[in-house]
C-alpha cells in the first residue's frame, strides 16, 4: 500500500474490532471503495490476528500506537 488513510483512535473503552470497524465505514464513506489493508502499531494487536470485513491486519513499527494505516492493497504488476 503505498495510499492510505491514517485514522486515529484512543478510546479505551472501545476494542480494536470496533475501532477498525469505524475506520473502515469511515474510509468507505470518504473514498467509495471498500479498504482490504491495515497497519497497526504491534501493540495493538492481540495474539489472535484480526480480519474484519475482509481487511487484512498487519503490523508495522512505523505506525504509533492507535492509530490506523488503512487503504488498498497494491496491485503487483506482471509487466
Known sequence: ??????WFD???QIDMRTKLNRAIAYYQKKYGQTPDLCYVHPSMLPENPIRTAGVDVQTDQMILPNHFWIGVKQMVSSV
Open 10 to 12: 484512543n478510546d479505551p
Open 1 to 6: 500500500m503505498t495510499t492510505g488513510m491514517l
